[in-house]
């Protein structure tokens, strides 16, 4: 009798520990996100509080330190959302982990903030509002700082929902709100806000059709060919160079402006140069890789993983150096209209508020990327290490053409937009295939309309979602600006 009554008081406290670990973990899972609040909280502070110390106790430290409030929390949202589009097609390729990619972009994004981060940013974010047109410094300040909050709101939206937009545009679409209820709708640049516009088809455009070409040809040249691995022997080299230059030309060209300003004959010419030492380089390389090979897709996309890897660091290097002006440009036009109490149509980024730039990305990315870079990864589109490839390639000469040809352009359209290109090329091939083997199959063998239509390879759920935030970005900041200002000088004067 004792010994059942043990057994079934053992079992009484086995049951309620499970119950208790289910608790636990309910609790963890539920408390996740609030660890992730409470870190972006944290340096929000931290930023605010070394904003102060190194302003000190000039005038205007009120509106600094909210400003640096506004920049780091801007720049945690650049984080959470932006860099998602580099590293999210080489995490959907299963060529880096989710760690790795976080950690591999959280370093080198800092790493070109800080190295070649501009150190001249346009306040008025590419000359959309005239500064002549502003009252005053104190109405400019109120201005930059509802840019600052709306931008950083909307794309903290867009994170939420899992959107991938750009941030430049809202940062964009902040201005020209908070400039119209400044001093209306003549202070606007209309023609500069019209190749902005244009840059929402041009964009994601150029990124599919240069990501689809790329896909076409190692299609053409690699996977369609009888010895698969003699072929890989042969052109991975070259489009590594095609890699390698590409990108050469992109940081010269974008992202060392700090160091020195290079056009783009130049720098065309560096990419040409360190393209074909890279082609080179590769060739012995390759061939020691691809030695012992089976001739089959799957060693395809290993000798295209290292090649990936290296383009997304790459690519947030660039990113980077480019992209921390959107945080904190802003934020530099506020110091500088309190510190020479006017305002300027360009002005110099002091090496603190960069840091909080750099930084703020970083965190933002760590706490909060994840989702992102699991939507561009996998959820728009099925990526290898092939596919991912031609969309990292996409982004660098895009831009590169884009620049050549003066168009304005987003990196994170170029990038969403080489993701859809690569799926809607393949659904275009997909349906090639298929007509080719109905022309030769009996009318009883030949696959239905219907179930041809049913095989799609691009969610469009997630299209429909990603292009409707892209339309909607610059108006849905603008009348969060516009409102945002009308607030603060309600309620401060």
């Known amino acids: 009798m004792t010994d059942q009554t043990n057994e079934y008081q053992w079992k009484t406290l086995d049951k309620d520990l499970n119950r208790i670990s289910r608790v636990e973990y309910a609790t963890l899972y539920v408390s996740r996100p609030l660890v992730g609040i409470g870190v972006s909280l944290a340096f929000v502070v931290l930023a605010t509080l070394a904003a102060g110390l190194v302003f000190g106790q000039s005038s205007g430290i009120v509106f600094v330190l909210t400003a640096a409030a506004l920049g780091a929390y801007m720049a945690l949202n650049i984080g959470a959302n932006d860099v998602a589009n580099n590293m999210g097609p080489a995490v959907g390729a299963k060529a880096l982990s989710l760690v790795g990619a976080i950690g591999i972009a959280a370093v080198f994004e800092s790493a070109g903030a800080l190295i070649a981060g501009g150190d001249v940013v346009s306040t008025i974010s590419k000359g959309i509002i005239d500064p002549a047109s502003v009252a005053s410094g104190r109405t400019f300040t109120w201005a930059m700082m509802a840019a600052l909050l709306s931008a950083a709101a909307w794309v903290n939206l867009a994170t939420w929902i899992g959107a991938p937009v750009s941030t430049t545009h809202s940062v964009v679409g902040g201005v020209m709100g908070a400039g119209i209820a400044a001093a209306g709708f003549a202070a606007v640049n209309w023609p500069t806000m019209g190749a902005i516009a244009a840059s929402w088809v041009i964009s994601p455009l150029l990124g599919g059709v240069v990501a689809a070409a790329f896909l076409a040809f190692i299609k053409w040249r690699i996977i369609y060919v009888e010895d698969k691995i003699a072929a890989a022997r042969v052109w991975v080299?070259?489009?590594?160079?095609?890699?390698?230059?590409?990108?050469?030309?992109?940081?010269?060209?974008?992202?060392?402006?700090?160091?020195?300003?290079?056009?783009?004959?130049?720098?065309?010419?560096?990419?040409?140069?360190?393209?074909?030492?890279?082609?080179?380089?590769?060739?012995?390389?390759?061939?020691?890789?691809?030695?012992?090979?089976?001739?089959?897709?799957?060693?395809?996309?290993?000798?295209?993983?290292?090649?990936?890897?290296?383009?997304?660091?790459?690519?947030?290097?660039?990113?980077?150096?480019?992209?921390?002006?959107?945080?904190?440009?802003?934020?530099?036009?506020?110091?500088?209209?309190?510190?020479?109490?006017?305002?300027?149509?360009?002005?110099?980024?002091?090496?603190?508020?960069?840091?909080?730039?750099?930084?703020?990305?970083?965190?933002?990315?760590?706490?909060?990327?994840?989702?992102?870079?699991?939507?561009?990864?996998?959820?728009?589109?099925?990526?290898?290490?092939?596919?991912?490839?031609?969309?990292?390639?996409?982004?660098?000469?895009?831009?590169?053409?884009?620049?050549?040809?003066?168009?304005?352009?987003?990196?994170?359209?170029?990038?969403?937009?080489?993701?859809?290109?690569?799926?809607?090329?393949?659904?275009?091939?997909?349906?090639?295939?298929?007509?080719?083997?109905?022309?030769?199959?009996?009318?009883?063998?030949?696959?239905?309309?219907?179930?041809?239509?049913?095989?799609?390879?691009?969610?469009?759920?997630?299209?429909m979602t990603v292009v409707a935030a892209w339309v909607i970005t610059v108006p849905a900041a603008a009348l969060l600006s516009a409102a945002c200002f009308a607030l603060l000088t309600r309620a401060f004067g």
């Open 237 to 463: 080299p070259v489009l590594i160079g095609i890699m390698a230059g590409a990108f050469a030309a992109y940081l010269a060209l974008k992202g060392l402006k700090r160091v020195i300003s290079i056009e783009i004959g130049t720098a065309l010419l560096i990419g040409a140069a360190i393209g074909v030492a890279s082609w080179l380089i590769s060739i012995p390389l390759i061939r020691r890789q691809a030695k012992g090979m089976e001739n089959r897709n799957r060693s395809l996309k290993i000798l295209f993983g290292i090649p990936l890897v290296i383009s997304a660091a790459l690519l947030s290097f660039a990113h980077g150096a480019n992209d921390v002006a959107n945080a904190v440009g802003p934020l530099a036009a506020i110091v500088h209209a309190q510190q020479f109490g006017g305002f300027a149509g360009e002005v110099a980024i002091p090496v603190w508020v960069m840091v909080i730039g750099a930084f703020g990305i970083s965190f933002g990315l760590i706490l909060f990327g994840p989702k992102l870079i699991r939507m561009v990864g996998s959820q728009i589109t099925k990526l290898n290490p092939m596919r991912a490839y031609c969309v990292s390639l996409s982004a660098a000469i895009t831009v590169i053409l884009a620049s050549w040809l003066g168009l304005p352009v987003s990196s994170t359209h170029i990038a969403v937009g080489g993701v859809f290109g690569v799926g809607f090329f393949r659904e275009w091939h997909a349906e090639r295939r298929v007509r080719a083997a109905n022309n030769s199959r009996p009318p009883a063998r030949r696959l239905a309309r219907e179930e041809r239509q049913r095989r799609k390879f691009v969610r469009r759920s997630h299209f």
